[in-house]
């Protein structure tokens, strides 16, 4: 079941802690976060302790850090550091009047329970589908943004069933190839033998 999504709500300036989760595919990455100075309303509203497990919103929680300008007080530089979906969160009184909001998140979490439509590709000519076509497909679905990385791999006459996260591995698992939803933003798929694209962060030894 799909409950209703409350309004979105932008913190900032509260005091929180985050611990993310990076584990490697199939397993979905996560996120267990701490915020201190929530109002009792903003809590309340997003508070999913006790609630039907296979009830989920789907609440998309972003963390992006930067720094405070001395001079202005406000944040600069802010950088994504994670996204996911709100599993569970609750609050905390035990360190009144300290009081602090929990919430722990999954990425992809949403759309590997969500049921959906099967789905089938059927081949063009003598050839196979195209994987990175499959998962094209796969991640407008979900919403989320595909990053293909030049995978070439095909599968002849596929056929999926299941929650769409759960096609998506299942066309991984045929192909032998990697994939994963990155932040709840953008579906990557890499040959298990080559790398990602795109640009090397450099990091300074100063």
Request: with cysteine.
């Given at each position: 079941?799909?409950?209703?999504m409350?309004p979105?709500?932008?913190?900032?300036?509260?005091?929180?802690?985050?611990?993310v989760?990076?584990?490697?595919?199939?397993?979905?990455n996560?996120?267990k976060?701490?915020i201190?100075?929530?109002t009792?309303k903003?809590m309340?509203?997003?508070?999913?302790a006790?609630?039907n497990p296979?009830?989920?919103?789907?609440?998309?929680v972003t963390?992006n850090?930067?720094?405070?300008?001395?001079t202005?007080?406000?944040a600069?530089?802010?950088?994504f550091?994670?996204g996911?979906?709100l599993?569970y969160?609750?609050?905390?009184?035990q360190?009144?009047?300290d009081?602090?909001?929990n919430?722990?998140?999954?990425?992809g979490?949403?759309?590997?329970?969500l049921?959906?439509?099967?789905n089938s590709?059927p081949?063009?000519?003598?050839?196979?589908?195209d994987?990175?076509?499959?998962?094209?497909?796969l991640?407008?679905q979900?919403?989320?943004?595909?990053?293909?990385?030049?995978?070439?791999?095909?599968?002849?006459n596929?056929?999926?069933?299941?929650?769409?996260r759960q096609?998506m591995?299942s066309v991984?698992?045929?192909?032998?190839i990697?994939?994963f939803?990155?932040?709840?933003?953008?579906?990557?798929?890499?040959?298990?033998q080559?790398?990602?694209?795109?640009?090397?962060?450099?990091?300074?030894?100063?």
């Amino acid at each position: 079941n799909v409950g209703p999504m409350p309004p979105a709500v932008t913190l900032s300036g509260l005091r929180m802690s985050v611990a993310v989760s990076i584990i490697g595919v199939p397993s979905l990455n996560g996120a267990k976060i701490t915020i201190y100075g929530m109002t009792q309303k903003q809590m309340n509203q997003f508070s999913r302790a006790g609630i039907n497990p296979y009830t989920l919103r789907n609440d998309v929680v972003t963390v992006n850090a930067g720094e405070i300008d001395p001079t202005t007080g406000k944040a600069t530089n802010m950088s994504f550091v994670y996204g996911g979906i709100l599993h569970y969160a609750y609050q905390d009184f035990q360190p009144a009047p300290d009081t602090a909001f929990n919430i722990e998140c999954k990425t992809g979490m949403f759309y590997n329970i969500l049921s959906a439509q099967p789905n089938s590709y059927p081949p063009t000519g003598n050839a196979g589908t195209d994987v990175a076509t499959i998962m094209k497909s796969l991640a407008k679905q979900m919403g989320y943004d595909f990053e293909p990385n030049g995978v070439k791999a095909q599968l002849p006459n596929p056929y999926l069933w299941g929650t769409l996260r759960q096609q998506m591995q299942s066309v991984a698992d045929a192909a032998n190839i990697y994939a994963f939803i990155e932040n709840d933003k953008t579906l990557v798929i890499v040959d298990k033998q080559s790398s990602r694209t795109g640009l090397v962060p450099v990091v300074s030894i100063s």
